[in-house]
T-cell receptor
Framework: KQEVTQIPAALSVPEGENLVLNCSFT??????LQWFRQDPGKGLTSLLL?????REQTSGRLNASLDKSSGRSTLYIAASQPGDSATYLC????????FGAGTILRVKS | GAGVSQSPSNKVTEKGKDVELRCDPI?????LYWYRQSLGQGLEFLIY????????KSGLPSDRFSAERTGGSVSTLTIQRTQQEDSAVYLC?????????????FGEGSWLTVV
């Protein structure tokens, strides 16, 4: 059974810092890994999708990496801003998504 | 439509009543998923539909829960004889498929409160 773990559970940083969110999964037989953002009271917004054959994807200040063999992914956020404050969810996909519990990020101004 | 649309956005119901939650996926998306997020909990898979294949119902928590997808588009999640523990956000998502490279897009959710 696939299990996804995210570390840290919560993170508070001052504005402008670069930060890394970690995700690990137990079964490397995945099609994709997807990072989402969830704001309070809202649905999920897709940030990045990495296919199983890819190593990384970038979108603006976000960079996600994937090491499928070791079952790890990281989400790097450069020059963090207060608007980045949200819960970040990692999910792996093989037919359906299996989610981690998320990292609650607070960026202080 | 432009995104995944869910209705109602909020529903308060009395314990024991049945509720129906509706999901309109992105046009052309053949895969449709239902997830549940309870307060302070992670996302729990309920069911997914892919094209004309039999749905994967492995996540439905009890036989009070059922879902259907008509015409390969709109889906309805039905909860019969609701219980207080059914209170949660029910999230629907869709994608072009379930294989490599298909981004999954979520709706804003239906917030269900059972009193």
């Amino acid at each position: 059974k696939q299990e996804v773990t995210q570390i840290p559970a919560a993170l508070s940083v001052p504005e402008g810092e670069n930060l890394v969110l970690n995700c690990s999964f137990t079964d490397s037989a995945i099609y994709n890994l997807q990072w989402f953002r969830q704001d309070p009271g809202k649905g999920l917004t897709s940030l990045l999708l990495i296919q199983s054959s890819q190593r990384e994807q970038t979108s603006g200040r976000l960079n996600a990496s994937l090491d499928k063999s070791s079952g790890r992914s990281t989400l790097y956020i450069a020059a963090s801003q207060p608007g980045d404050s949200a819960t970040y969810l990692c999910a792996v996909m093989r037919d359906k998504l299996v989610f981690g519990a998320g990292t609650i990020l607070r960026v202080k101004s | 439509g432009a995104g995944v649309s869910q209705s109602p956005s909020n529903k308060v119901t009395e314990k024991g009543k049945d509720v129906e939650l509706r999901c309109d996926p992105i046009s052309g998306h053949t895969a449709l998923y239902w997830y549940r997020q309870s307060l302070g909990q992670g996302l729990e898979f309920l069911i997914y539909f892919q094209g004309n294949s039999a749905p994967d119902k492995s996540g439905l928590p009890s036989d009070r829960f059922s879902a259907e997808r008509t015409g390969g588009s709109v889906s309805t999640l039905t909860i019969q004889r609701t219980q207080q523990e059914d209170s949660a956000v029910y999230l629907c998502a869709s994608s072009l498929g379930t294989k490599v490279g298909n981004t999954i897009y979520f709706g804003e959710g239906s917030w269900l409160t059972v009193v």
